[in-house]
């Protein structure tokens, strides 16, 4: 792992379409890049106990929740021949239909776009302090279960 101080990852609301594609502009003329691939996280207006979930407030342990990033990077890095990569969470009100967790990694080679990408995505979900509160059409509220 390097000695890199781990950088936020953590964007207040939801993830833009613009901001995504412009962290994927970047990479477009490096010639040592063969094949990119993405992961949305999109909160999903999810029907639990007939009631429908509206949005999602998402906290964190900033501090932890950064290192954690990092060292799910750091781990990405040393297992796969990646280019680059990016991870952005939203912390506070993100609507149901709107980005949450972004995630984009680059690599020489396309099969490893997609085992790294399955790796990190699953690093998140089970590693990473951020919690999620659903809240329902109705004004009531539930800590939100990973799966």
Not at 22 to 32: C, P, R, V
Not at 73 to 94: D, N, P, Q, W
Not at 98 to 119: D, G, N, Q, W
Request: net charge neutral; aromatic share 10%; hydrophobic share 40%.
């Amino acid at each position: 792992m390097t000695n890199k101080k781990p950088k936020s990852v953590f964007k207040q609301g939801a993830i833009s379409s613009e901001f995504i594609g412009e962290s994927i502009a970047k990479h477009q003329t490096k010639t040592s890049i063969g094949a990119h691939n993405i992961f949305l996280g999109q909160v999903r207006a999810d029907i639990i106990d007939n009631k429908t979930v509206s949005a999602i407030e998402y906290t964190a342990y900033e501090d932890m929740a950064n290192v954690k990033f990092h060292e799910i990077r750091e781990a990405a890095f040393e297992k796969f021949e990646l280019t680059c990569m990016h991870i952005y969470h939203s912390l506070g009100m993100v609507k149901a239909g709107e980005i949450c967790l972004f995630v984009f990694v680059s690599s020489p080679r396309r099969k490893v776009v997609f085992k790294a990408l399955e790796y990190i995505v699953e690093a998140i979900k089970a590693d990473v302090p951020v919690f999620g509160k659903e809240l329902f059409e109705d004004d009531t509220h539930q800590w939100k279960v990973n799966n």
